[in-house]
C-alpha cells in the first residue's frame, strides 16, 4: 500500500451518525433475513451455480420473472464473505498526486461527478428592456439544451480537472454520436475522460465485449498491466441488482470481467422508495443494504479481497408522477443510513450528494445541493459522487452549475474540517492575546495574516452579489470562461498515438 501523502488530502470528518448500535444491528438482521429467506431472483446462471458451490440454496423460480434462478443465502455465507472484502481501496490517477485512498475506517470524504446525462445545459447572458421604461435595460440568463455527445465529454473533464474542489471524475455527459456505436460507446467514453483529466475516472460498462479494449487503454496509460493494477487509473460502476431483489444477467455478468481483471468495482443499488422499495426508512435501507450485500458476496466469491465500493444511491418517489425526488429529507436519511452501514462492514462507501429536483441553476438548485452537500458531507462517506453540475435529478449537466457547485463544496469542506484545538494552538493564542492587550491598538488584524496564508481562513462567497444587484450568474459565467480559456492537460502525444494504433473504435476529433 502507498504511503497516505501520496494522495489527495480529502477531509477527514468526526461522522454525524443518525442511527445507534442497536439500529444498525436491526438493520443488518433484517437484511440478513431477506437474504435467506426471501431471497434474490438472478438471471445469470454462472452467478447462481457459483452461489450453490459456496453454500447457498438455489432454486428454479416458476413465479413473476421466470425462467430464473432464486438464491437463498445462509447469514454465515454472507458475513463470511463481507469480511473478505478489503477495508482499503486505491484509486489512481495520471497525475499521482490525485489518486485516492479510500479507508473504510476513516471518514475521509471525498466529491466528484457523477450520471450520465442525455442533456448539456448552456447557459447565455441575454439583455431585456423594460416595456415601461425603455432606459432601464437588466441582463438574464438564457438557457440552451445541447444533446450530449463525446466532446461535450471532453469539454466536461477539461472543466472539471480545473475545478479544485472535485477530487474524482464520473462521466457526467452521455456520448450520444450518431458515428459511434453500442460496440464503441466505452473506448470513446473513457479516451474522452482520460484524455482530459488526471484525476481518477470512473465509469460503468456499457458492453462486455469492450472491457478488454478499455483495459489496453488504461494499461498503456498507466505503463503496463502491472502498474495499472498497483495505480488503477480507472475502475467501474455495476447497477447488478434491478430493485426489487432481481440480478441481472448482463451486469451480473460484467462483475465477473471486472473482478477478474483485477480492478475496482461499485456494487451500486439505487431503489426508489415508494415504488422499488418501501419508502418508510427501515424498509428502504434493509432492503438496498440487502442488494449491495448480494453484489458484494459475489465478488468476493469471484475473486477473494477484489476492491470494491458499498455503492448506495435510494431515492424517493414523488407521490404525484413517480419521478425520482432529491431535495428531501428522506434522500439524506436514506443516504446516511448505509454509510453508517458501509461503515459496519467495513467496505468503503460510495455516496451521493448535490442532486436536485431544480431544472435551472438558482435558489432551489442551492437549496437542494448544499442541503445534501454538507449532509452527506457529516456522514463520512468516503466517495460522493452527483455533487458536481446537475439538474433536473440526473437528467442534465450544465457547466455553470458545476461551477457554482464547485464553490459550494469548497465551502462545505471547509465547514468539515476538523476543529484545531491543541496545547500548542492555545499556548500561540494566549501569548497573542496577552500581546495584544498590552499594545495601544487592542486589534488582532496583524495576526490573522499567518493564518490566511495558511488556509485557515474561509474567503467570501466568489460570485456574491455586490450594490443590491444579484450578480451570481454573470460572475460565476465569467469564472466558467476563464477556467475553460485555460490550456487542457491531455494525454503525452506518443500516448495518444499508443492508444490510436492498439485500441480501435475511438474517433479522431477526441484526440488532444
Known amino acids: 500500500m502507498m504511503e497516505p501523502d501520496t494522495f489527495r488530502a480529502g477531509t477527514v470528518v468526526k461522522p454525524y451518525e443518525r442511527l445507534n448500535a442497536e439500529q444498525i444491528g436491526l438493520l443488518d438482521q433484517a437484511s440478513l ?10 438471471h445469470n446462471l454462472r452467478a447462481a451455480e457459483l452461489f450453490a458451490a459456496h453454500g447457498a440454496r ?9 425462467p430464473c434462478k432464486r438464491v437463498f443465502f445462509p447469514p454465515e455465507m454472507v458475513r463470511r464473505a463481507v469480511a473478505q472484502a478489503p477495508g482499503k481501496v486505491v484509486l ?4 499521482p498526486a490525485n489518486r485516492l485512498l479510500l479507508d473504510a475506517e476513516v471518514p475521509r470524504v471525498y466529491f466528484g461527478s457523477g450520471s450520465e446525462t442525455n442533456i448539456w445545459l448552456e447557459t447565455e447572458l441575454e439583455e431585456f428592456q423594460a416595456t415601461g421604461d425603455p432606459a432601464r435595460k437588466i441582463t438574464l440568463p438564457r438557457y440552451v439544451e445541447k444533446r450530449g455527445d463525446a466532446l461535450l465529454l471532453a469539454r466536461a473533464a477539461r472543466l472539471c480537472e480545473q475545478l479544485e474542489h472535485l477530487d474524482f471524475f464520473i462521466r457526467p455527459v452521455n456520448v450520444q454520436d450518431g458515428d459511434i456505436g453500442e460496440e464503441d460507446h466505452d473506448v470513446n467514453k473513457f479516451f474522452a475522460s482520460l484524455n482530459n483529466i488526471t484525476k481518477h475516472v470512473q465509469a460503468g460498462l456499457t458492453t462486455r465485449a469492450a472491457l478488454p479494449r478499455v483495459l489496453r487503454m488504461a494499461e498503456i496509460i498507466a505503463g503496463g498491466s502491472a502498474e495499472l493494477r498497483e495505480n488503477p487509473v480507472i475502475s467501474f460502476i455495476a447497477c447488478v441488482c434491478k430493485s426489487p431483489l432481481q440480478m441481472v444477467e448482463d ?3 460484467k462483475v465477473f470481467d471486472i473482478v477478474e481483471a483485477g480492478l475496482p468495482l461499485v456494487i451500486s443499488s439505487s431503489p426508489q422508495g415508494g415504488s422499488s422499495a418501501p419508502i418508510q426508512e427501515a424498509g428502504m435501507v434493509a432492503q438496498i443494504n440487502a442488494e449491495i450485500l448480494a ?8 475473486k477473494p479481497g477484489a476492491p470494491v465500493l458499498y455503492g448506495s444511491v435510494p431515492v424517493r418517489a414523488r ?3 413517480l419521478h425520482d425526488l432529491y431535495g428531501c429529507p428522506e434522500f439524506n436519511q436514506y443516504n446516511n443510513d448505509t454509510v453508517q452501514l458501509a461503515r459496519h462492514y467495513k467496505i468503503p462507501c460510495y455516496s451521493t450528494a448535490g442532486v436536485g429536483d431544480a431544472s435551472i441553476p438558482g435558489v432551489q438548485a442551492t437549496f437542494e445541493k448544499v442541503f445534501t452537500h454538507l449532509y ?6 468516503q466517495y460522493i459522487h452527483y455533487a458536481f453540475g446537475l439538474l433536473d435529478r440526473t437528467n442534465i449537466f450544465c457547466p455553470l452549475q458545476a461551477v457554482l457547485d464547485n464553490e459550494q463544496v469548497g465551502k462545505v469542506k471547509h465547514c468539515l474540517r476538523p476543529p484545531k484545538v491543541d496545547p500548542a494552538s492555545i499556548d500561540e493564542v494566549l501569548g497573542m492575546i496577552t500581546k495584544v492587550m498590552k499594545s495601544s491598538h487592542r486589534l488582532f488584524t496583524r495576526h490573522t495574516r499567518k493564518a490566511t496564508h495558511a488556509g485557515e481562513v474561509s474567503q467570501p462567497y466568489r460570485f456574491g452579489a455586490k450594490e443590491h444587484q444579484d450578480g451570481v450568474i454573470p460572475r460565476a459565467l ?12 491531455h494525454l503525452a502525444p506518443e500516448i495518444q498515438d499508443k492508444i490510436f494504433a492498439e485500441v480501435p473504435g475511438i474517433v479522431p476529433r477526441l484526440r488532444g
Open 58 to 66: 438455489v432454486e428454479d423460480e416458476t413465479g413473476p420473472g421466470a
Open 319 to 321: 407521490l404525484d408522477d
Open 478 to 489: 465569467a469564472d466558467l470562461a476563464e477556467i475553460e480559456a485555460r490550456p487542457g492537460k
Open 33 to 42: 433475513k431477506i437474504l435467506a429467506e426471501t431471497g434474490i431472483w438472478c
Open 295 to 302: 453484489g458484494v458476496v459475489l465478488t468476493q466469491l469471484i
Open 376 to 381: 452527506m458531507g457529516l456522514s463520512g462517506a
Open 92 to 95: 489512481g490517477a495520471r497525475d
Open 251 to 253: 451486469t451480473t455478468a
